[in-house]
Nanobody, 114 residues
Framework: QVQLVESGGGLVQPGGSLRLSCAAS????????MGWYRQAPGKEREFVARIISGSYPYYADSMKGRFTISRDNAKNTMYLQMNSLKPEDTAVYYC????????WGQGTQVTVSS
């Protein structure tokens, strides 16, 4: 069993930055694929980024150059550094981990507004 807990969301002005964290517990291995999705009101869940230890991270086109995904295997924690935030980045951000199945966190709200 795997548990994921996101944190770090909040309200930020356009152009600002936030760093999201996703702490994992349970049957975690460094080779697990982990990543982020987001869901804005009235829209489908959208892929943001993923990372596999030892591999290059992969981003959705609209996040390239602004978002950075990383992980600290010693802490079983994944991060999403978000810079140059735009109002359209407003969404609930969910982290996931692929093991026997895909596990999801509960989500953390990010609101970009002046």
């Amino acid at each position: 069993q795997v548990q994921l807990v996101e944190s770090g969301g909040g309200l930020v002005q356009p152009g600002g930055s936030l760093r999201l964290s996703c702490a994992a517990s349970g049957s975690i291995f460094s080779i697990n694929n982990m990543g982020w999705y987001r869901q804005a009101p009235g829209k489908e869940r959208e892929f943001v980024a993923r990372i596999i230890s030892g591999s290059y991270p992969y981003y959705a086109d609209s996040m390239k150059g602004r978002f950075t995904i990383s992980r600290d295997n010693a802490k079983n924690t994944m991060y999403l550094q978000m810079n140059s935030l735009k109002p359209e980045d407003t969404a609930v951000y969910y982290c996931y981990l692929d093991a026997v199945q895909r596990y999801w966190g509960q989500g953390t709200q990010v609101t970009v507004s002046s």
